[in-house]
T-cell receptor, first 115, second 112 residues
């Protein structure tokens, strides 16, 4: 079975500092990995994905994530945080097969960027 | 705007009411999804439709009844709900089930 763990409910970071939001996954095959962001009173918004290829994936708003197969991790990073990055972040995984497996989401990590 | 529109944005209903949530996507996608988002819990996939055919039903109680009349519209019919059904209900669509899902803003449901 697929699963995703986001070990931190809350991450606080000062504006201008680098940020990391952690995600680890468990699948029985090759993973598709995704990050989504949810701003208040909005639905989830796609940030980036890893399918295959380079382990470092760049996405929207200056975010990037690194796929680490040995550690089964896909942590989200940004070199310099903005107050506007404050939101709820979700990691998601699905297995790379015929397309019949659904996305499995983590429980989310709330990021607060303090000015 | 993500191209996925959900109405209403907010809904308050009693346990004996019947109501429906509506989702419409303008992206030409062929897969649509209903999710339930409760506080401090992972997003729960409820239903998946692919080309109007229901392909997944994740053990959702029968008081939730989905309907997908065409690839652009998805409904969630609600009846005799319980207070624990209060949550944010999110609709999403994708081009095939492999691809990126685009979400609506959700319907905040309160069951009294």
């Amino acid at each position: 079975a697929q699963s995703v763990a986001q070990p931190e409910d809350q991450v606080n970071v000062a504006e201008g500092n680098p940020l990391t939001v952690k995600c680890t996954y468990s699948v029985s095959g090759n993973p598709y990995l995704f990050w989504y962001v949810q701003y208040p009173n909005r639905g989830l918004q796609f940030l980036l994905k890893y399918i295959t290829g380079d382990n470092l994936v760049k996405g929207s708003y200056g975010f990037e994530a690194e796929f680490n197969k040995s550690q089964t991790s896909f942590h989200l990073k940004k070199p310099s945080a903005l107050v506007s990055d404050s939101a709820l972040y979700f990691c998601a995984v699905r297995v790379f097969v015929s397309g019949n497996t659904p996305l499995v989401f983590g429980k989310g990590t709330r990021l607060s960027v303090i000015a | 705007e993500t191209g996925v529109t959900q109405t209403p944005r907010h809904l308050v209903m009693g346990m004996t009411n019947k109501k429906s949530l509506k989702c419409e996507q303008h992206l030409g996608h062929n897969a649509m999804y209903w999710y339930k988002q409760s506080a401090k819990k992972p997003l729960e996939l409820m239903f998946v439709y692919n080309f109007k055919e229901q392909t997944e039903n994740n053990s959702v109680p029968s008081r939730f009844s989905p309907e997908c009349p065409n690839s652009s519209h998805l409904f969630l019919h609600l009846h005799t709900l319980q207070p624990e059904d209060s949550a944010l209900y999110l609709c999403a669509s994708s081009q095939d089930k492999k691809n990126i899902q685009y979400f609506g803003a959700g319907t905040r449901l309160s069951v009294l």
